[in-house]
């Protein structure tokens, strides 16, 4: 989605040795994790705008600055698009430039009363060079700027801000105030960070992380100001208003590879940590569970008589696993529903019902929408979200962090582990509170929780063998993989990574469905993945997928098995089987998950694929 960086600074308060440029395109590098397709920047030198854009990677762009550099300067601002309104093209991508060549505006969002605002302005004698609602807000902008604003940039905002519907960051530079950037926000990320005689915007921290570590969070519905010296935010109304100030934790080395070859090879290997991470913390001096941040009233909790869990993609297929878990522990009846439908259909919610809204980014708008809706309906919304400060975790009434730190690939994977052990950990929580469990069985299954990131280490200590199957299958068409009980959304995450990463057919089933339907798939050379469900759980449970395993095999599939060491009921039927540590049944998606991760990563890297950029996808999607 698309990534938004300004930088004001004070010309010889200190010494630097940096201008605008290289601050902008350094946070438009960090910023290209959110997926995009075109970039631009604009500068204000001597009393004028200047500006390049580009369609394709921030290095398409930095080409383009080569052969035609801009004059050095202490105000800029930079984009990456990721095409809404107009395809990636040149003059699409940002900024759009108005008012003569005096005003630039960079933007994130979708503007939904563009086409009425268009005929507006085109009837004023405006003309459009782009098929954006960008050059429309921009323009609208420059009406108000020259017209009942004053020359005021702040003021022409506000008034711009209140005739927009839907989502929008954006920024501006005019060439009058070398010394300003103005910014709006509507539902969409903008954070302030703040230097020494400088200061910066992003769409997150990660577009300043190299400068500073101090930021401010904006609210929503607000504009602000910044100048080398300083910061102002006023609503839409002009009333001034607080930005909540907070320290960054994450360091710039957080969010680099760190000797992998991709950001999703990394993040594969960082999974421990990410377990670990968030499982501190949580227990009191009694080594009960507390959640000092689900601060929502406990007679609340105690009369839930409905859980829905609402996400999208990988987010939603923790949810699915989660399911099993806090049903099991707690006794409530829960759901699990992808944002974009829920609200559609109608969904049965009121005060009784907790949802729990699972997002790694905090910016999903499907699902943002998804908790405006349940709130609406009087349902408590607890998220549990990686991104402090995001748009999900502040509109919900409490929130559990992952702390996964940041995930910079756009497919997801470290996130993945953390959500479900959040999950998890609010299930215990809530199961603790109820009375579900007696406090000895929420304490083994904290004590083997605690040993999962021993076990999820083991998993990729013994990468090799996994990271040479998907070489070894890079000419495959298609590959499924089957699951059963918590095994399911497994097959279903592995089959995504594939689908994501390597641009191949890939399917999930649950195993048990094979024979209303998806055996006939099965033809000789067909690669199956098989979730083996540990042979000490339930013992129908493995018995079933292993008589899976023979059914597809006797077929021509050839099965690659995950099963638990020790489990020798496989191995006749598998082709080749890979090993995960011994775990209770409901935590074994924490381990078995692990090899899919690497698989997809092994494989679209034989195909000589960027595993970190996947074509037509974005890391936070902000539209819905
Ligand atoms: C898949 C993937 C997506 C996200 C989904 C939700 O690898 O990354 O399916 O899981 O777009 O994103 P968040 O968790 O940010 O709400």
Not at 464 to 487: A, I, N, P, W, Y
């Amino acid at each position: 989605m698309c990534g938004i960086v300004g930088y004001v600074g004070q010309p010889g308060a200190v010494d630097r040795e940096y201008y605008a440029l290289d601050v902008v395109l350094e946070g438009l590098r960090r910023l290209e994790y959110r997926g995009y397709d075109s970039a631009g920047v604009a500068v204000v030198a001597e009393g004028a705008v200047e500006h390049r854009k580009k369609a394709g990677k921030v290095a398409a762009l930095d080409a383009e600055l080569e052969a035609s550099p801009l004059p050095h300067s202490i105000l800029g601002i930079g984009h990456t698009r990721w095409a809404t309104h107009g395809g990636p093209t040149d003059p699409n991508a940002h900024p759009h430039v108005v008012d003569n060549g005096r005003l630039a505006v960079v933007h994130n969002g979708i503007i939904e009363n563009f086409s009425e605002l268009r005929s507006e302005l085109s009837q004023k004698g405006y003309n459009f060079v782009s098929d954006t609602d960008t050059e429309v807000a921009a323009t609208l902008l420059a009406d108000h700027y020259n017209k009942d604003a004053a020359r005021d940039l702040t003021v022409a905002m506000r008034l711009t801000s209140q005739r927009l519907e839907g989502a929008f960051t954006l920024l501006a530079v005019h060439a009058d105030h070398e010394d300003r950037i103005v910014a709006a926000r509507r539902n969409s990320p903008l954070v302030i960070g703040l230097g020494e005689h400088e200061n910066f915007l992003g769409s997150d921290v990660s577009g300043f992380i190299d400068y500073t570590k101090q930021a401010v969070e904006m609210g929503n519905d607000q504009i602000v100001t910044i100048t080398a010296e300083g910061y102002e935010i006023t609503d839409f109304e002009g009333n001034r208003a607080e930005g909540r100030p907070f320290e960054v934790k994450w360091d710039a080395a957080a969010a680099e590879k760190g000797g992998f070859s991709s950001f999703m090879d990394k993040e594969i290997h960082d999974q421990p940590a990410a377990v670990r991470d968030t499982l501190l913390g949580r227990l009191d001096e009694k080594g009960r569970l507390s959640l000092d941040e689900v601060h929502i009233d406990e007679s609340v909790l105690r009369s839930v008589d409905k859980i829905v869990v609402i996400a999208c993609g990988t987010a939603a297929y923790a949810g699915q696993v989660a399911r099993y878990a806090i049903e099991h522990w707690c006794r409530i009846p829960t759901e699990v529903e992808l944002a974009h439908e829920f609200r559609y259909r109608d969904p049965i919610v009121n005060e009784k019902t907790l949802v729990v809204a699972l997002s790694q980014s905090g910016e999903t708008m499907d699902t943002l929408m998804a908790i405006r809706h349940a709130r609406e309906q009087g349902a408590k919304v607890v998220a549990i979200c990686n991104t402090n400060g995001s748009s999900i975790p502040r509109e919900s009434d409490a929130s559990l962090y992952t702390h996964a730190g940041p995930e910079i690939a756009v497919a997801s994977t470290k996130a993945f582990l953390a959500q479900i052990t959040a999950a998890y950990l609010l299930g215990l929580y809530l199961a603790q509170l109820r009375g579900n469990m007696y406090a000895d069985e929420i304490a083994d299954v904290l004590d083997e929780l605690q040993k999962m990131p021993e076990k999820i280490q083991e998993v990729i200590d013994a990468e090799e063998q996994v990271k040479k199957l998907g070489t070894d299958m890079s000419t495959s068409s298609s590959v499924l993989f089957l699951g059963r009980h918590v095994g399911f959304p497994v097959a279903l995450e592995g089959a995504l990574k594939l689908k994501e990463i390597a641009y191949i057919h890939a399917e999930g089933f649950a195993a048990g469905e094979l024979k209303h339907g998806p055996i006939a798939l099965i033809e000789e050379g067909q690669p199956v993945f098989v979730i083996v469900p540990s042979p000490r759980g339930r013992d129908s449970l493995h018995s079933k997928v292993v008589s899976n395993i023979q059914e597809i095999r006797a077929r021509g599939a050839i099965t690659i098995v995950i099963a638990e060491e020790g489990d020798e009921s496989v191995k006749d039927y598998a082709n080749h089987v890979i090993t995960v540590p011994q775990a209770p049944t409901l935590l074994q998606p924490l381990l078995a998950t692990v090899p899919l991760q690497v698989f997809a990563c092994a494989l679209a890297g034989a195909k000589g694929y960027d595993v970190d950029q996947p074509r037509n996808l974005a890391k936070s999607v902000t539209v819905e």
